[in-house]
């Protein structure tokens, strides 16, 4: 622990204390501290207010990530991108952030799941999202906004939104990577005119020992086709296709059962059409997924030997229209808009067992659907040349849910925002977010459908954010509580949800510096204390704790340096995550080591078409555990490279 903490505190001192490097650059930059900053991509967000807004502008804790900030991560995908980012949570079941089947890698912010939106439209489906199934060659930008954001997005957003902007213009390149471990990726994108398509393809190999019970990585395929097409100045579509299969094996699970193969096969389709223009905007969009799932088991038993398949296959799909309109009156932006989800949830349960002599064979269905319906306003008004108020709401309502079951919920927001200057800016808000329970989580709890309740949360946060020359602070003071929070339980043959309470209270701190001679740093300093009260029994029948206890870390320390000049671009990253526990829902926390995640990159450019690069993943060859509450902790994948060649035509 103390070697991981120098290390990462030699990158965030660098990025704090190099200021006397560059006394110069600041020296000229101190002179037009009260001067606008310029309006650049890092600094504007359309996500937190449904319109554009400089983030200095906004009362809500934002962040911007620009392709080439994600680009610098040296990460392939997203998932392994954000996992850099300041108050985010890194959980993964595999190498390059592979999920196990529905057992999702994630990112966490303030303890909480996150909205996860492209172009504007929801990800999420039956609760679930696989950010690694997304490669950076289609984005352009990421938009995040930490904190609950319901009132404007409906379910879901809890710990805040994550909007995905796709690129609208490629870059007409093609791209081979090969690395250890069985790695491969290659991609080749094309733009000619309004039309832009892309392929990208990417590839782990077998690796043992990635969790405690040796399980064993089989290796992962991903298939990812996207277009994107501009019709005209307000209309556009976007179109991707994915599929992702991943392999598992564990030897000796438990009595009774000499081992276990896992395999998994999910296609995600994701379509929408976006227009925008005088005030007016709406998105219509299909987000559909097919997951297969096999797992084979060898039994033995008073010598007999014998084997149990269970296969299972999901079709989901959500498919939804939003719209919403601005008016802009002096001193006023009043936004009302409208949504609808069609949610449907399909699935198809075969469990066969076999012993000499003797079969037997189980199955069970679902087929179940229900419609989603929202109705939302802002109204944003101009107190003052300094002072600005702005409040929101937003009823949602459910119909023709399975067994009746229903759901209406109403959140509401209100935020303060002061201007200390043109650079300089607090504020504070008090907010309300909700999840409804899933199609797939309604029909798997304990006691049945109605024993699950939609989730409640309230939120919290004053914040100050200020440009100053080379620096962008912000500084975020924030406490939230949740009530009937949804969680899975992992029983021996089936995954059940029910309801805890969870709550959170911290500080963010977040420096992005922009150096000279072609330096850039960033670096951020999180605490907070996550925790969460199950209660009830779980999917085993074992009492929950019943008390309020710590989950994931207290502390969390991410910096970044990134180098360019001429034909090299070179930087580090890492975050590290520390005062852990492992949380089971049965018991009290454990301690848990400390994670430090890590990642080198360099790129050569032969011309201006011509590229070279070099990715390490875990430089300093961690053993670290990436998960925070399952029984069978997962471990880091050790030190990685990939070497790749890109041409650009």
Not at 216 to 245: A, P, Q, V
Not at 536 to 548: D, E, P, S, V
Request: aromatic fraction near 12%.
């Amino acid at each position: 622990m103390k070697k991981s903490f120098i290390f990462l505190s030699t990158v965030c001192a660098i990025n704090s204390f190099y200021p006397n490097a560059y006394a110069d650059t600041a020296a000229d930059s101190s002179a037009d501290d009260n001067a606008a900053p310029a309006v650049t991509l890092e600094n504007m967000s359309v996500t937190a207010l449904r319109y554009h807004k400089k983030n200095i502008d906004i009362p809500a804790d934002t962040e911007t990530l620009t392709a080439q900030q994600l680009a610098n991560t040296g990460a392939n995908n997203l998932q392994e991108a954000l996992k850099y980012t300041a108050g985010i949570v890194y959980l993964d079941y595999g190498p390059g952030g592979n999920s196990m089947g529905n057992m999702r890698s994630k990112i966490l912010i303030r303890g909480s799941e996150a909205l996860i939106l492209v172009n504007g439209a929801p990800l999420n489906i039956r609760g679930s999202y696989n950010l690694s199934d997304i490669p950076l060659d289609d984005v352009d930008r990421v938009e995040i906004v930490r904190g609950g954001g319901s009132v404007l997005y409906g379910s879901d957003a809890v710990g805040g939104v994550i909007n995905i902007i796709t690129k609208k213009q490629r870059n007409n390149s093609v791209k081979t990577s090969w690395g250890n471990m069985g790695q491969q990726e290659h991609s080749i994108n094309i733009q000619q005119d309004k039309l832009g398509i892309g392929y990208n393809y990417q590839k782990w190999g077998h690796i043992n020992n990635i969790a405690s019970n040796d399980k064993e990585f089989n290796g992962s395929e991903k298939n990812n086709m996207s277009l994107n097409y501009t019709i005209d100045d307000n209309w556009s579509l976007f179109y991707n296709h994915n599929n992702s299969r991943v392999g598992y094996f564990t030897p000796l699970v438990g009595k009774g059962t000499k081992n276990q193969t896992d395999n998994y096969d999910t296609t995600r389709d994701f379509f929408q059409i976006n227009y925008k223009n005088n005030g007016l905007s709406g998105n219509f969009y299909y987000n559909g997924r097919r997951h297969n799932s096999k797992s084979f088991y060898n039994k033995s038993a008073k010598g007999i030997i014998g084997y149990e398949a269970d296969d299972s296959k999901e079709s989901n799909y959500n498919m939804g229209l939003d719209v919403n309109k601005k008016w802009q009156f002096i001193n006023n932006n009043l936004l009302f808009g409208l949504s609808y989800q069609k949610e449907k949830y399909s699935k198809t349960e075969h469990d066969f067992f076999s012993v000499p002599g003797s079969s037997s064979l189980s199955q069970n269905y679902y087929n179940i659907s229900r419609n989603n319906y929202s109705a939302y306003g802002q109204w944003e008004h101009k107190l003052s040349n300094s002072d600005t108020l702005l409040l929101s709401g937003r009823e949602s309502w459910t119909a023709g849910g399975p067994d009746k079951q229903n759901f209406t919920n109403f959140s509401g927001q209100s935020q303060f925002i002061h201007k200390l200057n043109s650079n300089e800016s607090i504020y504070i808000s008090a907010g309300q977010s909700f999840k409804m329970p899933t199609l797939n989580q309604s029909g798997n709890t304990l006691a049945g459908t109605a024993d699950l309740k939609p989730q409640k949360g309230l939120h919290y946060e004053i914040g100050w954010k200020k440009t100053q020359g080379i620096h962008n602070w912000q500084t975020v003071l924030f406490h939230q509580n949740i009530k009937d929070n949804i969680t899975a339980t992992i029983g021996t043959s089936k995954v059940t949800y029910s309801n805890e309470d969870a709550r959170n209270t911290g500080i963010e701190i977040t420096d992005i510096i922009k150096g000279n001679g072609g330096w850039n740093y960033n670096w951020g300093i999180v605490f907070s204390n996550p925790e969460n009260n199950p209660k009830g029994t779980n999917a085993m029948g074992r009492a929950l704790r019943g008390t309020w206890a710590r989950e994931y870390g207290r502390w969390q320390l991410n910096g970044g340096t990134n180098y360019h000049k001429d034909k090299i671009t070179a930087g580090i990253n890492a975050v590290y995550l520390f005062e852990r526990v492992n949380s089971p829902d049965n018991a009290y926390p454990t301690d848990c080591k400390p994670y430090l995640l890590t990642n080198f990159n360099f790129k050569y450019a032969f011309d201006s078409n011509q590229t070279a690069t070099l990715t390490i993943n875990n430089i300093l060859d961690r053993d670290d555990i990436v998960t925070h509450s399952a029984s069978t902790p997962y471990y880091s994948t050790p030190i990685n490279f990939m070497i790749g060649y890109e041409m650009n035509f």
